[in-house]
């Protein structure tokens, strides 16, 4: 078979968290009760004018600068046309020959070898703004469907990629990374559930070296930043096959089905609408004054990018390390509260990694509602860092703060669990372990280095842990030597 080269490009739809819609005052709240929030702006009612979100348009220039987009200085909206029972309209307010955001970029980082990254640059294409449309309802109803205007006139920015991303693992990157700047940003909740965060696909194939695009395909129905990825493999597979096979690829959109785990046709592209767009004669055009942008400028904060070139200058994390903590802001707030109660940032980025992100997930909760709290998790290391306790004991020790809410230091007391360092004691349980251990000291003294381990590992769990670790293993060395 030969070797082809997917190109992909992706259409993320982010619904801006204002309070109210784009050009009406009715509330974007979720799950309110069916078509509470419409007005007649919302349905077009005769008489009805449109009057633009000022929130929504500071959004949109928010992150068209933090993603180095040429902003446009001239608004206009436009009428895209079609008839459909979720349009009320029958055309939807966005922006079509004039984005508030015109091309721009953005480093996305791509998981190399050893924990390496590898940055790459991802051209965007436009960010405008639009109106949601309403949400049809066809589950459990029989003879027709219902319909929910609740969604028609919410915020979105429409974020186009170039087709820049050249395999499934660098699309789903792109993702993660626009999400943690949006959320930077906090211009939106990226709630993919309550589908204030949506991805369409484009995808093509064509064979290694080749320079000209092949036949592109639309992917719709991707819930989740997974789905993209899963359905991109389906769909670059399908298409190399048809390549091999010396079969035409037609331009087409196709739907993902996650139970399936496969693409279907929805309509070629002889059935494409035609949406006759045309400038919205209710909405005049105006100019955003440029100090206007400079003020937005200013409220952009320290981005992912440059957070983990900060974690990693001052705090000597490895480049993986900082892209796992700065991704998420809130995981990053928690791991610099930490460090900032002075303890070793190298241990509290392992900490936070494993433990207690760990414990996190178990709970389905966020980082900042967890019961441990920075200081908290400081105090357990702290214990670790002055040999009061062994890393083991305080992976036992940080469940049981996690479930009541105790300090390291109380639980710690209460449960006995400080460190043995009198070296007596050990010893003397060392030396209950080699006359248990005949056998196995006779592999150590003959070279097996793994030997020790096993000792060592025995000498814990006769203390029950509580045995410092290096302490042990010196003193069965010296006990070994001697006898
Ligand atoms: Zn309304």
């Not at 990157?173 to 939106?188: A, D, G, M, P, Q």
Request: overall charge negative.
């Amino acid at each position: 078979m030969m070797d082809y080269e997917p190109v992909i490009g992706l259409e993320v739809h982010v619904q801006l968290a204002t309070k109210s819609k784009l050009f009406c005052g009715c509330s974007t709240e979720f799950g309110s009760e069916p078509n509470r929030n419409t007005c007649p702006v919302c349905f077009g009612w005769p008489g009805s004018l449109p009057v633009l979100n000022e929130q929504a348009l500071r959004f949109a220039v928010k992150v068209g600068l933090a993603l180095n987009c040429r902003v446009s200085d001239r608004i206009q909206f436009d009428r895209k046309n079609y008839f459909y029972p979720d349009l009320p309209k029958a055309y939807q307010i966005s922006q079509f020959e004039m984005p508030i955001n015109g091309k721009g970029w953005v480093f996305i980082d791509i998981p190399g070898a050893n924990g390496s990254v590898e940055p790459q640059k991802v051209g965007i294409t436009r960010a405008h703004l639009e109106e949601d449309a309403g949400k049809l309802l066809h589950e459990g109803i029989k003879d027709g469907s219902l319909v929910d205007y609740n969604r028609a006139g919410i915020p979105l920015l429409e974020i186009v990629s170039e087709p820049d991303l050249r395999s499934p693992e660098a699309a789903y990157e792109y993702l993660v990374t626009l999400k943690s700047i949006l959320e930077y940003l906090e211009v939106s909740d990226c709630n993919m559930e309550e589908g204030s965060l949506r991805c369409d696909a484009n995808v093509s194939v064509r064979p290694r070296g080749e320079t000209k695009l092949g036949t592109k395909v639309e992917i719709k129905n991707l819930n989740s930043f997974k789905a993209v990825q899963k359905a991109l493999q389906y769909e670059i597979e399908r298409q190399s096959d048809m390549l091999e096979n010396r079969e035409r690829i037609v331009q087409e959109t196709r739907l993902w089905s996650e139970g399936k785990g496969q693409t279907f046709s929805m309509r070629s592209k002889e059935e494409a609408h035609d949406y006759r767009y045309f400038p919205e004669p209710d909405l005049v055009p105006f100019t955003v004054s440029a100090p206007l942008i400079e003020e937005i400028r200013k409220t952009i904060p320290e981005l992912p990018e440059a957070r983990a070139r900060r974690v990693m200058r001052d705090f000597g994390l490895s480049e993986y390390d900082a892209h796992v903590l700065v991704q998420d802001k809130k995981l990053a707030d928690y791991f610099e509260a930490c460090v900032r109660e002075k303890v070793n940032p190298k241990l509290v980025s392992n900490w936070i990694q494993s433990e207690l992100l760990a414990l996190v997930h178990q709970a389905r909760i966020g980082v900042e509602e967890c019961p441990v709290q920075p200081a908290g998790l400081a105090g357990l290391i702290r214990l670790i860092e002055n040999n009061t306790i062994s890393g083991k004991i305080a992976k036992d020790v940080l469940p049981e703060m996690f479930a009541t809410g105790k300090s390291a230091e109380a639980i710690v007391n209460e449960k006995r669990l400080v460190q043995m360092t009198d070296t007596k004691l050990i010893e003397e349980v060392a030396r209950r372990v080699i006359e248990a251990n005949a056998k196995v000291v006779q592999e150590f003294r003959s070279g097996k280095q793994q030997a020790l381990g096993f000792l060592v590992g025995q000498v814990m769990k006769e203390t029950k842990g509580k045995a410092n670790p290096k302490l042990a293993n010196e003193i069965l060395v010296k006990l070994l030597k001697a006898s």
